[in-house]
């Protein structure tokens, strides 16, 4: 390991490869949790970035109206090609994928803030719309701190109608329209520190506020196939950062891997504002 390299963090001795029943479940159901990938050192290690990422934002940066950590840091990257993470999203997406996102979401204790429920690839201009979200739990999450939550099978529909809701407490502006929540099939996300949940873009999600005294944040990474096209005239910075296997598609502009330890100060950052 050159003085550029990464410290690798320590993986859970239960890491594994999805089985045929969870791709079954996911194609099903549009989500996967509990996904094992660090350790408990792992985990110690991970909150140990979050707190370093996290102090290295000016004070009027609010850390989850940033997303492109991945271009911006080099151990954050680092995270992002874990193997066991990108063995999990390998055997949703076949082996030639990229990343285009990278980011926090972070409850601090009762700070109010909320997730609207929502569609990714409602908003997202990709096609084909296969983006995979891993939803990384730096800290446990659970019912009692905001977890993230799900309507199973949502991602079969299609894309239901939004509005925007500017209210400052939501941490995003696009919401579903309330009739569109099938409640009896909800579920919550709780994952244990170090696990990583899977969803589709069409799955709808969202999350409450955090009404514990225990800080909620994991980090999501975005992953899609290559053959997926970004229209470039909605996402002029997009950038594919490959993941693992080949780009024979070139469909994209690409990004270079971080040199150096920057940070993000608004969203959807170009890597050339971090040379
Ligand atoms: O962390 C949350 O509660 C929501 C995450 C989210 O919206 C996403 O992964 O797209």
Sequence with gaps: ??????????????????????????????????LPVFSDKGVSELQSLFEELASRLPDNIDINQVNMWHKASIKFNELCR????????EDLLGPNFYQWGGQFFTKYPNDGSVVPWHQDAQYWPLSPQRTVTVWL???????????????????????????????????????????????DEIVTINLKAGEISL?????????????????????????CPTNTKCDLDVWPTFEAYLARGIDTYNLNPTGPRPTSEMFPVRKF???????
Excluded: C, W
């Excluded at 390299?5 to 969870?22: D, H, I, M």
């Excluded at 506020?209 to 909620?216: E, K, L, Q, Y």
């Excluded at 950052?269 to 971090?274: A, G, L, M, W």
């Design 82 to 89: 874990n193997s066991t993470i990108l063995d999990y999203v």
């Design 199 to 223: 969803h589709d873009d069409g799955t709808l999600h969202g999350s409450g506020a955090n009404i514990s005294d225990r800080i909620r944040s994991g980090i999501t990474m975005r992953f």
């Design 1 to 34: 390991m050159n003085s550029n390299s990464p410290k690798k963090f320590s993986l859970s001795p239960e890491k594994r490869r999805l089985t045929g029943a969870e791709k079954n479940q996911y194609e099903h159901d549009g989500y996967l949790k509990n």
């Design 269 to 275: 950052q170009h890597s050339s504002d971090f040379l």
């Design 137 to 183: 739990a730096v800290f446990d999450s659970d019912a009692g701190n905001g977890a993230m939550q799900i309507v199973k099978g949502s991602h079969k529909k299609s894309i239901v109608s939004h509005h925007t809701n500017n209210a400052p407490h939501l941490a995003l502006t696009q919401e579903a329209d309330a009739d569109t929540i099938d409640h």
